[in-house]
């Protein structure tokens, strides 16, 4: 069974930094394309940040692109999403995907498991 656990969330003021993590078990993830959604309060989840399993390319959402920065460490089996120039319009709750796919935008697929998500607050 597939078990994803994100942690690095909290309050931040804006123009501030937070780094999510996400522990991967139950597969071997090194063979699996990893992203990161995030849901804001009232409106649709959203894909912002791919990347790949084979040479490690990545994809960003526009809101993110320039501030956010996807990462993995295959041997740990863990996923970082470094997020930088926080804005208040960042907050929400941000998730931990498996099997993810781009095609223009950063999404899931049937095959996705999703962490529990860790919120992230961004104070103006």
């Known amino acids: 069974q597939v078990q994803l656990v994100e942690s690095g969330g909290g309050l931040v003021q804006a123009g501030g930094s937070l780094r999510l993590s996400c522990a991967a078990s139950g597969r071997t993830f090194s063979s699996i394309a990893m992203g990161w959604f995030r849901q804001a309060p009232g409106k649709v989840r959203e894909g912002v940040a791919y990347i790949s399993n084979s040479d490690g390319t990545t994809y960003y959402s526009e809101s993110v692109q320039g501030r956010f920065t996807i990462s993995r460490d295959t041997a740990k089996n863990m996923v970082y999403l470094q997020m930088n120039s926080l804005k208040p319009e960042d907050t929400g709750v941000y998730y931990c995907?498996?099997?993810?796919?781009?095609?223009?935008?950063?999404?899931?697929?049937?095959?996705?498991?999703w962490g529990q998500g860790t919120q992230v607050t961004v104070s103006s």
């Open positions: 995907v498996t099997d993810v796919t781009y095609i223009g935008k950063v999404v899931s697929t049937p095959s996705s498991s």
